[in-house]
């Protein structure tokens, strides 16, 4: 079959300035690749002859990148001077797909729609066109029967009378449809509209028919608005608050919270606050450097225009404190003299900032803030935050992107932010939540406050602590000095919770009669053989009997270590990092009494981040020194300082294993029965990990090692 796939991508993308003054739409990133890639990649898998491009606005940067993406030689270029229109584009390559049918995509949407679908759909129907069309209000133009053949295209959408026939349907066009080279024939050879081709061809009698893929994902990226949209969407299939170009080193220096995406090549050379900001190539974020300096911000300084009253003696509550323009191509304003430099504490978060305003930080650094905006080479976009997320009840924020079944929100609370927990009716976690966090604040151990509980609603207000977890703080480049720090921090809260806390472990019986024993251990790696290596893996395990005692020696084994009270899922997404390094816990409702080495494991042998050896010894070092038993410990036995320490040691492999184990059922439990697929990502970690701890234990454990080497 002589099939061909032609991408429209010649536009001006004028709705999505001053972002394509810079950056030609097809090119706008999403976590780092191009829209127009996801494009290729989603039409290349279809059976097709021949690929096509039409190419006019920054049509030399679109080819530069096609060549050095490994695309040129598979997609022909059409350019265009001027720009022909969605017809015209198509009668320009008439050669090329006259053919046979062919399909034609817009080079900025994002979508999950079934191509081959569509296709078999228009060859076996006899359509000249099938449209692919869903309900999108916003677009909703189209006029439908109900047989699924089009009718109407309005160019505006009109109000609803209630006087169309009910069976008519209104639709949005997707971009996407798929053609009989016959519709060439009907297009006339100068600039030209394909819709208006659409309805003379309905004119004539031709059949231009729909698939409806109505609850397909589907964006376009025409507005900054829905770029935004589109990369939160993204970072949350993936998964993931932050995405930072691996070839980006400065982030080190900036705070971040929300959602934060660093493209690359970007820079910075000040401090800077990042809260729910997508960061564009070629970005330079500065502060302006004194009076009479110009502004860093902005990489072409003459693409700005600044307005700014004299801030030394003005009150911080005015409303008008200043903007930032990006100017378009054609010409640009008068430069008025640049603003005076911001003196005093000055807070530089408030909405009313769109351009950067300076602050003074520790030894003396500026500051730079930056919230809700999109920031380019030259200008920033204010976004609202119903741009940024996906509002729920009572206008709150959706946030969180992990495992659980609960869901958590951003509220606004007596001018401040708070964060609703909003747990299942059936939660038997809810209580024994409240009252941990109750027990764990009395005894100074780092977690959010209780601000209230509705125990009826399964509801409950905590403080705000932020979206940072340490992992993704590790996601910039550190210094091991750095990483040692904050680390040693998150050991000092694990030595809270294993010596101060559990010493008054009669204050709170919840926690008391939760006891990580035997039975618990046996469930762990019977979830590890149901949830990874046959569900997972697909591995019919051998020697089960084997297996099966060597399981049952290690929970004995595991069981018989000195108990405390221990987190039991003490990992980097767990520990938030706040404003000046100072991490706090969460998740830690599922606390039990059980061996501490299980929580160490779980932070130093962590699979969402790999430590290097070397920094992990001095980390395991750091806990035993100044681990310190409680003079009469509640569990196990007495012991004191070197002894304790030599203790612990032998505890350390056999608690790796488990939680090794635990930790890949998991996996396989939330990708595969929660379908949470970004949870696949982390199973290599997880695997290596479990292989190279049962090979220093295979002598006792000889058929797990076994097993795990066909992992």
Not at 253 to 268: L, N, Q, R, T, W
Not at 634 to 640: A, D, L, N, S
């Amino acid at each position: 079959m002589n099939f061909s796939v032609f991408i429209l991508a010649a536009g001006l993308g004028e709705r999505l300035r001053p972002i394509t003054n810079y950056i030609p739409k097809p090119l706008v990133p999403i976590l780092g690749k191009p829209v127009l890639q996801s494009v290729l990649e989603n039409t290349s898998v279809l059976p097709v002859h021949k690929m096509g491009i039409n190419l006019h606005y920054k049509k030399d940067a679109i080819e530069d990148w096609l060549i050095q993406s490994g695309y040129g030689g598979q997609v022909e270029i059409f350019r265009e001077d001027p720009v022909l229109g969605t017809g015209g584009a198509l009668k320009n390559a008439e050669d090329f797909l006259k053919n046979g049918s062919f399909l034609i995509h817009n080079s900025d949407i994002l979508t999950d729609i079934d191509l081959g679908k569509l296709v078999e759909h228009h060859l076996s129907s006899g359509n000249l066109a099938t449209l692919a069309v869903h309900d999108y209000p916003e677009f909703n133009k189209l006029l439908i029967d109900e047989n699924g053949f089009l009718m109407e295209a309005e160019k505006e959408n009109p109000p609803s009378t209630g006087e169309r026939i009910t069976t008519h349907k209104r639709a949005a066009f997707t971009g996407i449809a798929v053609y009989r080279p016959e519709f060439l024939n009907l297009l006339p050879s100068d600039i030209s509209s394909v819709v208006d081709t659409w309805l003379r061809a309905i004119a004539m009698g031709y059949k231009i028919g729909t698939l409806d893929v109505s609850g397909c994902y589907w964006t376009d990226i025409g507005t900054p608005a829905s770029y935004a949209k589109a990369v939160i969407r993204r970072l949350r299939k993936n998964g993931e608050m932050i995405y930072i170009d691996q070839d980006i080193k400065w982030c080190h220096h900036a705070e971040m919270d929300g959602y934060v995406v660093i493209e690359k090549e970007s820079s910075c050379d000040r401090v800077s606050i990042l809260k729910n900001c997508i960061i564009l190539p070629g970005t330079n974020i500065g502060i302006y450097d004194g009076e009479g300096a110009g502004p860093k911000y902005c990489r072409e300084e003459k693409q700005l225009s600044l307005t700014q009253q004299d801030f030394r003696n003005s009150p911080l509550e005015k409303e008008d404190k200043g903007r930032c323009e990006a100017q378009n191509e054609e010409g640009s304003k008068e430069q008025p003299p640049p603003p005076p430099l911001l003196r005093g504490n000055l807070s530089t978060t408030s909405r009313s900032f769109t351009c950067p305003t300076g602050q003074s930080g520790e030894g003396g650094h500026q500051v730079v803030s930056f919230e809700n905006c999109i920031l380019g080479p030259g200008f920033k976009i204010d976004l609202d935050d119903s741009d940024l997320y996906n509002l729920a009840e009572s206008n709150a924020a959706l946030i969180g992107t992990g495992g659980s079944d609960r869901k958590y929100y951003r509220v606004k609370r007596d001018g401040s932010s708070a964060v609703l927990m909003k747990c299942p009716d059936a939660d038997p976690d809810f209580g024994r939540h409240i009252e941990y966090t109750q027990f764990f604040q009395k005894y100074l151990v780092p977690v959010p406050e209780l601000i209230d509980a509705d125990f009826d609603n399964r509801t409950a207000l905590f403080e705000d602590v932020g979206d940072l977890s340490l992992y993704n703080w590790l996601k910039c480049p550190r210094e091991q000095d750095r990483m040692e720090e904050i680390y040693r921090k998150v050991i000092d809260i694990l030595i809270l919770i294993h010596t101060k806390a559990t010493e008054h472990i009669a204050g709170c019986a919840l926690i008391r009669n939760r006891v990580f024993d035997y039975e618990h251990l046996r469930w762990e790696t019977g979830y590890f053989l149901e949830r990874f290596v046959r569900g997972i893996r697909s591995i019919r395990v051998k020697n089960s009997s084997s297996l099966e005692d060597e399981f049952h020696r290690l929970a004995v084994n595991v069981d018989s270590f000195r108990k405390t009270i221990i987190h039991r899922d003490f990992q980097s997404q767990n520990i938030i990092v706040t404003k000046g390094g100072k991490p706090r816990l969460l998740d830690f409702q599922s606390a039990r009494i059980g061996p501490p080495a299980y929580d160490v494991a779980s932070i130093l042998w962590d699979p969402y981040y790999r430590l290097e050896d070397n920094l992990r010894e001095r980390l395991l070092d750091y806990y035993t020194h100044k681990i310190i038993p409680p003079p009469n410990p509640p569990f196990g036995k007495g012991g004191q300082g070197r002894l304790l320490a030599d203790e612990f040691m032998q505890t350390l492999l056999p608690c790796r294993l488990q939680r090794h184990m635990q930790a890949l059922g998991a996996y396989g439990f939330l990708s595969a029965v929660k379908e949470k697929k970004y949870f696949l990502k982390y199973i290599p970690e997880g695997v290596r990990l479990l292989k190279e701890d049962t090979t220093l234990a295979k002598n006792e454990y000889p058929t797990i090692h076994a097993l795990a080497k066909e992992l």
